[in-house]
T-cell receptor, first 116, second 111 residues
Framework: GAVVSQHPSRVICKSGTSVKIECRSL??????MFWYRQFPKKSLMLMAT?????????EQGVEKDKFLINHASLTLSTLTVTSAHPEDSSFYIC????????????FGPGTRLTVL | DAKTTQPNSMESNEEEPVHLPCNHS???????IHWYRQLPSQGPEYVIH???SNVNNRMASLAIAEDRKSSTLILHRATLRDAAVYYC????????????FGQGTELSVKP
């Protein structure tokens, strides 16, 4: 299957700082990328869908000013958690697809964010 | 959005077949049925997906009911490495194929 990477794999930051997470599709062009968060022992929760070159579509209840998503190229999407607080601590996972509604998604390895 | 129902957990013996069921009675006619699996602290791994016909690949088989209200993921010979949480999820066709994950089935494999 296709390879998706995330960087960093884990990050610890102080409350009030911003953190950027990168998601890259390494061997294919990803028209669409998705961002999820996952709490311990829970399922994945979709945060937003981003298409290259356009604004992200956020799921209900996800603050777009809090979680900034940029998808500037067909191989890179970024998620910036702004003014992070301890409740933002979570496992953030991205996925990428070729963009058609019938395509499978390929997931990154995830980023563990801890906000002190 | 379509919801899925799966057993919370299942057990299997190594080298025996495993049938993981999923109910998705509210799925729309154009949504694909996807299966992914996840190990702790890792991103999910794609397993298989299909629309109406049964599907086979090197990892598993997917049997889709004729009315599409349920499906079954079949692992033909379970190995210890197949122990994971398995998620069945519709790909919402009219929303770019986004996936809505339910709680999944935690599969344990006994040697």
């Amino acid at each position: 299957g296709a390879v998706v990477s995330q960087h960093p794999s884990r990050v610890i930051c102080k409350s009030g700082t911003s953190v950027k997470i990168e998601c890259r599709s390494l061997d294919f062009q990803a028209t669409t990328m998705f961002w999820y968060r996952q709490f311990p022992k829970k399922s994945l929760m979709l945060m937003a869908t981003s298409n290259e070159g356009s604004k992200a579509t956020y799921e209900q209840g996800v603050e777009k000013d809090k979680f900034l998503i940029n998808h500037a190229s067909l191989t890179l999407s970024t998620l910036t958690v702004t003014s992070a607080h301890p409740e933002d601590s979570s496992f953030y996972i991205c996925s990428a697809s070729l963009g058609s509604s019938y395509n499978e998604q390929f997931f990154g390895p995830g980023t563990r964010l801890t906000v002190l | 959005d379509a919801k899925t129902t799966q057993p919370n957990s299942m057990e299997s013996n190594e080298e025996e077949p495993v049938h993981l069921p999923c109910n998705h009675s509210t799925i729309s006619g154009t949504d694909y049925i996807h299966w992914y699996r996840q190990l702790p602290s890792q991103g999910p791994e794609y397993v298989i997906h299909g629309l109406t016909s049964n599907v086979n690949n090197r990892m598993a088989s997917l049997a889709i009911a004729e009315d599409r209200k349920s499906s079954t993921l079949i692992l033909h010979r379970a190995t210890l490495r197949d122990a994971a949480v398995y998620y069945c999820t519709p790909g919402i066709y009219n929303q770019g194929g986004k996936l809505i994950f339910g709680q999944g089935t935690e599969l344990s494999v006994k040697p």
